[in-house]
């Protein structure tokens, strides 16, 4: 079993900072591509950042200079930092890593359960 919890959304206003944190855990062989998506209401699920293993980041232009995505690979974590918010950032943000599990020969996407982020104006 394969597990993604996201923590660290909450309330920020703008022109302020949050940072998320992702963690995988449970029967993990290897880890590939991580990256956050997000969901406004009313909207479709759309990809913010993402980060393969080679720490390689691409991000989405609306957030490019303002968001970071890191990882650690010893915590199995994926990190988005992000700064000067702007109303337009509320939403559900969901991370997602391919991972390979113990006992099997294939990568497959996990899904965190998301959490709320609102910025206030």
């Known amino acids: 079993q394969v597990h993604l919890v996201e923590s660290g959304g909450g309330l920020g206003q703008a022109g302020g900072s949050l940072r998320l944190s992702c963690r995988a855990s449970?029967?993990?062989?290897?880890?590939?591509?991580m990256s956050w998506h997000r969901q406004a209401p009313g909207k479709q699920r759309e990809w913010v950042a993402g980060?393969?293993?080679?720490?390689?980041?691409n991000y989405t232009n609306s957030v490019k200079g303002r968001f970071a995505i890191s990882r650690d690979n010893v915590k199995n974590t994926v990190y988005l930092q992000m700064n000067s918010l702007q109303p337009e950032d509320t939403a559900v943000y969901y991370c997602?890593?391919?991972?390979?599990?113990?006992?099997?020969?294939?990568?497959?996407?996990?899904w965190g359960p998301g959490t709320q982020v609102t910025v206030s104006s």
């Open positions: 997602n890593a391919v991972i390979r599990a113990v006992r099997t020969d294939m990568h497959r996407a996990f």
């Open positions: 449970g029967t993990i062989f290897s880890i590939n591509t």
């Open positions: 980060i393969d293993s080679q720490n390689n980041t």
